[in-house]
């Protein structure tokens, strides 16, 4: 997936509440297990970094390591409603 499209897929993402824009409560950064990543949905295999990202109150968030960057800038960005 191409880059633009991934910023596209996280804004949408985030506007549906499909992505929360917490930030992470605690992250790990390893190799990947063959988990679907939560941005893009491909598996994140052992060649790849994966970051996991500990939700408060929430599920474990799991990305490729480009996803998780892409998702940690957007989630920052102010939503329609901001000043």
Request: hydrophobic share 30%.
């Amino acid at each position: 997936m191409e880059f633009e499209e991934l910023r596209t897929l996280t804004r949408i993402r985030l506007s549906t509440g499909a992505l929360p824009r917490e930030k992470c409560q605690v992250t790990w950064f390893g190799p990947g297990a063959g988990q679907p990543c939560d941005l893009c949905r491909r598996p994140i295999t052992r060649a790849e970094i994966e970051c996991e990202c500990e939700q408060a109150g929430g599920p474990t968030l799991r990305f490729h390591q480009a996803c998780f960057a892409i998702w940690d800038d957007e989630r920052r960005q102010p939503t329609d409603g901001a000043s």
